[in-house]
């Protein structure tokens, strides 16, 4: 192999390919060969290095230089300067948003600094595309351990004895499902993986499918040892075009190399994988929703027990994961249940991966240590809010969890304590919230959400969201009375106690801790008729503060439909029958002088 | 020759058989044997015709020897089918929680205005379909839309009109 001094890491994640990071790679490739590098400098494009909102991101090493935000136009100085005269070029280095100063390498920069990563140890880190990248790095050394050193027996006892919970959001053991799978009875079993990301807001499972698709093909065919199942099936969104293709790429890779198939590593061993795609619809994140989908059939649940384990896809016993849960399984098998049993919190063992997104800093993918406080992550890692806003409330657990208030900022991030304090771990979706956000109307906009993906099987389900929807929607449209708080209360119960499956048992969530924590908020729309936010557009009336206004008739000038009247160094008047509540004078005003 | 195997898409013609069909043909030939390939059937039918017309459904059914109720059933259970045809472009905004709370909602008032159509909607033309996402899991750039297999992140209402040129201009 020729020996190569430099590698060019090229983010191609699906945030960095918006951003057009292959245009960049190009740019590049052209630049090394032109000036006559390609023996010396190797360009590989890899999965998502998670720092999504500074992309195209470019990693050189040995160096380790971060590059941010680089174009097409920049390939040239960075080839010349880095690769051949061996100098950084500081305008394309990172820069953090508190200081100035260029950070020249990755783990420096704060956002990583924190991070801990396990399920995304290998994303960016290596080529997708290539499975020699993957074996290189320990690869498929714990799949032919398993097979050739261990009993199925003791692959799950190490995976019990790990801690591991379902990363999906369930939180159940990993260890346990797979233990009920292999004592179910049968010759034909299977291992399906659950990549039907359906939470608005999370996208982790995307990532590491994209980044290091081999590390979920080798956790299958564990499972399938441990089980004792010889078929599995990756579970994928349509939403994925570049996901489901890496995905291809690495079974395709993998079974040319007899990885997967008959008689894998000379063991007795079989296994093979396929991929099936969703098609749209939320609830086939529900285990058993999911099979009917694989079955080809209307992706509707069933009431559990049985329990996939015991009667599944097809009928047969059937393990699911998640697959961030799976992308931990390999790691653990090689270093040991004791090594991943020593991160996190007596309750929740290892890592999570959240998606920090909404009005923060820094959006992007990170993986912390279970047991890390939100605001850790929220201004350690995610560098706070934007724009001198204050922080109002941080959302996890997607549409089956709930807002969490800035007093609760301190509590760490484990199963247990989010779901004590009326939210959810979920997979891992943590959206931050500033000042101008409406809670009411975020509580609508899951209810929007789930009333939509309510797949009808079940009343309470189908009927009773609707009618939350329906009041949430009058409260924010200011016919709300003080009765419907009580009435969403209680239609809550209802519907987390006799829904079919999880979604329905949790929809009511997203209102109830709103509720829990912004009751005033609530108050607010149904008696006093105002929305404190400035969101719910019908509670709002904009008027002049007679006081403040110098006349300066810059908001006269912006007014879309001339509803401001006044002269010059005269006090200004809006037309409230002609406002159309658009909001464009308030931002003009030099004085503060337009109040909602 | 059947009534389902008529062409469909061009008008004056007499009516000869799509050669889609035979395209049709050849997907379920390959997922005939394979169980519950019917998702898998529809999502390359879908490309193959752009939507899913009644008739196209029916030829599936026939084909797999499945009641169109099945088939039907799952067509229209699932958001990525459509039964109507959709614009050569299809816009869609994403309305996941981080796009919601950064302004998607000004993104699809905006893309109404432009195109003179609601949500769901196709331009006269057939040129734009307009449709809201759900997450596509670009949260770091939101808010986000796609144009078919373009993604754009980022974007602000005031960047609508850009984009809805570049791809009028490619006619």
């Given amino acids: 192999m020729a020996y190569v001094r430099s590698h060019v890491l090229v983010c191609a994640g699906t945030g960095c390919t918006s951003s057009g990071c292959k245009a960049v790679e190009k740019a590049i490739e052209q630049e090394v060969s032109r000036l006559g590098l390609d023996s010396e400098v190797k360009i590989v494009e890899t999965g998502c290095f998670g720092f999504c909102k500074i992309g195209p991101i470019v990693m050189i090493y040995p160096e380790g230089s971060f590059y941010c935000y680089v174009k097409p136009e920049d390939a040239a100085e960075l080839v010349s300067e880095h690769l051949l005269k061996g100098r950084m070029v500081e305008r394309l280095l990172y820069r953090d948003v508190q200081n100035p100063k260029p950070t020249a390498f990755f783990t420096d920069i704060g956002f990583y600094k924190k991070q801990k990563r396990v399920a995304l140890a290998n994303c960016g880190a290596i080529d997708a595309e290539n499975i020699e990248e993957y074996i290189a790095l320990d690869g498929y050394q714990a799949l032919a351990n398993a097979l050739t050193q261990m009993t199925p027996a003791e692959v799950i006892h190490v995976i ?162 998640n697959v961030e849960t799976f992308a931990n399984i390999p790691q653990i098998l090689r270093k040991g249940a004791e090594w991943f049993a020593a991160m996190g919190t007596e309750g929740s063992k290892g890592t999570k991966v959240f998606a920090l997104a909404g009005n923060i800093n820094n959006t992007g993918l990170v993986e912390v240590p279970m047991g890390i406080t939100l605001r850790e992550i929220i201004y350690d890692i995610g560098g706070g809010i934007p724009d001198k806003k204050a922080f109002k409330a941080c959302q996890t657990g997607g549409p089956s969890g709930g807002c969490l208030p800035a007093s609760l900022l301190d509590t760490p991030v484990d199963y247990d304590t989010l779901t004590a304090v009326g939210s959810m771990m979920g997979s891992g979706g943590l959206i931050v919230m500033d000042e101008s956000a409406c809670m009411v109307d975020v509580a609508r906009f899951f209810l929007e959400f789930t009333q939509e993906e309510s797949c009808g099987k079940c009343v309470p389900c189908r009927e009773g969201t609707k009618r939350m929807l329906e009041i949430l929607e009058r409260i924010t449209e200011g016919h709300g009375t003080p009765d419907d708080i009580d009435l969403l209360v209680e239609l809550s119960a209802t519907i987390k106690g006799a829904s079919l499956c999880g979604l329905g048992n949790t929809a009511p969530n997203p209102v109830l801790a709103t509720l829990r924590f912004f009751r005033a908020e609530f108050e607010a729309h149904v008696v006093d008729k105002k929305c404190p936010a400035g969101v719910c557009q019908a509670l709002l009336s904009y008027s002049v503060i007679a006081d403040k206004c110098k006349g300066c008739t810059l908001c006269k000038k912006v007014c879309p439909v001339d509803a401001i009247s006044g002269t010059l160094k005269q006090v200004h008047i809006i037309d409230r029958a002609k406002c159309i509540k658009c909001g464009a004078c308030v931002p003009k005003c030099p004085f503060k002088a337009i109040v909602r | 020759m059947s009534d389902e195997k008529k062409c469909i898409t061009c008008p004056g013609c007499d009516g000869a058989r799509d050669p889609k069909y035979d395209e049709v043909d050849k997907v379920i030939a390959k997922y005939r044997n394979l169980e519950g390939a019917l998702i898998m059937i529809l999502h390359q039918t879908q490309e193959i015709f752009g939507y899913l017309p009644e008739e196209v459904q029916r030829y599936v059914a026939k084909g797999l020897n499945i009641p169109l109720a099945d088939v039907y059933g799952v067509t229209t259970f699932y958001s990525y089918f459509s039964l109507t045809p959709r614009g050569k472009y299809r816009i869609a905004v994403c309305m996941g929680t981080a796009c919601y709370v950064r302004g998607a909602g000004s993104l699809v008032s905006a893309f109404e205005k432009e195109l003179a159509v609601k949500v769901g909607g196709t331009t006269p033309d057939r040129l734009f379909t307009l449709e809201v996402s759900r997450c596509i899991g670009a949260c770091g750039l939101a808010p986000v839309l796609t144009v078919n297999e373009d993604v754009y992140g980022n974007i602000g209402p005031e960047r609508v009109a850009g984009i809805l040129a570049k791809y009028r201009d490619r006619q």
Avoid at chain 1, 217 to 232: F, L
Avoid at chain 1, 283 to 311: D, N, W
Wanted: charged share 20%.
């Fill in chain 1, 160 to 321: 019990k004895q790990s801690g591991l919970r379902g990363r999906g959001g369930g939180g159940f053991s990993t260890g346990l499902k797979w233990e009920f799978a292999a004592r179910s009875p049968g010759p034909i079993k299977y291992v399906v993986c659950n990549a039907d990301e359906g939470d608005p807001g999370a996208f982790m499972d995307r990532s590491i499918l994209e980044g290091d698709p081999h590390a979920i093909i080798e956790a299958m065919a564990i499972a399938g040892y441990a089980i004792g199942a010889s078929q599995g099936y990756v579970y994928v969104r349509a939403e994925y075009p570049i996901a489901v293709n890496r995905l291809s790429i690495a079974i395709d890779q993998a079974r040319q190399l007899g990885i997967l198939g008959k008689g894998i590593f000379g063991t007795k061993f079989s296994f093979d994988l396929s991929i099936r795609l969703g098609a749209g619809a939320f609830v086939c994140g529900e285990e058993t929703a999911l099979i009917a989908s694989i079955e080809g059939k209307r992706g509707m649940p069933k009431p559990r027990p049985p329990y996939p384990a015991v009667r599944g896809l097809w009928d047969k016993p059937t393990l699911i994961n």
